[in-house]
């Protein structure tokens, strides 16, 4: 597993036409790129494959959607693919990843029930002049929300009991744009009126937000931000280990 870094959501930027080439005008939207309600996870990942919600599809080499346990108690939110993940289709297989993989192992939890995912789909980046290496930058505000039907499918078809939000733009993609990881992070948080007629993760019993395992690798001390995230995630472990957790699912 390897996620893209975490950050603060970023400005404004230029919209593009609406139609399959690009998003609506006034806003960018996923939403018409949904299959029916009906769908399932291998169809929901399908459709998203041909998403062009916000203008980040045109330079992304694929759409890098959730997958993982699908009846999974806990639901891991990152902020974006990396360029790993943007490569390989797949979310959380770079070098973060292993820090995620082996911190939830540490926590007691069994990364394989798990449902990773992230909370925009495809990758945004920026090439410095004079060099090939794509850059990982910070989705705004509008390409979270853009994306955020599709998160939301997701949360209702997997229906976890515990979302963990990694970093600070997969807490504001649930909580809004107050959300400050520092001040929020290692304890249960009530789970948010998050939409979709009101029926999106009716089992949800919380949200629990800790730093981006990419976070770690960036950290001065890395033994002392790695304690903290495994701190964080034993949290989770221990709501679903409490009288009301721990479903045999």
Not at 42 to 61: F, S
Not at 169 to 175: E, F, N, Q, V, Y
Not at 229 to 237: E, H, I, N, S
């Amino acid at each position: 597993m390897a996620g893209a870094t975490g950050g603060a959501v970023g400005g404004p930027e230029a919209e593009a036409g609406n139609g399959p080439g690009g998003p609506g005008e006034g806003g960018y939207d996923a939403t018409p790129f949904l299959p029916g309600r009906r769908a399932r996870l291998p169809a929901l990942r399908k459709a998203a494959a041909g998403c062009r919600g916000c203008p980040l599809y045109r330079d992304a080499t694929q759409t890098v959607f959730g997958e993982g346990d699908a009846g999974a108690a806990v639901l891991l939110l990152g902020e974006q693919p990396g360029d790993q993940e943007d490569r390989q289709g797949r979310p959380f297989v770079g070098p973060a990843g292993e820090v995620l993989t082996r911190a939830l192992a540490d926590a007691g939890l069994d990364p394989e029930q798990a449902y990773v995912t992230n909370a925009v789909k495809h990758f945004k980046f920026t090439v410095p002049e004079g060099r090939k290496r794509r850059i990982h930058k910070a989705p705004n505000l509008r390409e979270i929300t853009a994306c955020r039907p599709w998160l939301l499918e997701e949360l209702r078809l997997v229906s976890p009991e515990v979302v963990v939000a990694l970093g600070a733009s997969a807490g504001k993609a649930l909580l809004g744009s107050s959300f400050r990881v520092i001040e929020q992070r290692g304890t249960l948080l009530p789970w948010p009126d998050v939409g979709r007629d009101g029926g999106s993760a009716p089992d949800v019993r919380g949200l629990v937000a800790t730093i981006h395992p990419s976070a770690v690798l960036r950290a001065d001390d890395r033994d002392r931000a790695y304690d903290g995230l495994v701190a964080d995630l034993r949290v989770v472990a221990d709501v679903l280990g409490g009288p009301e957790g721990g479903s045999d699912r």
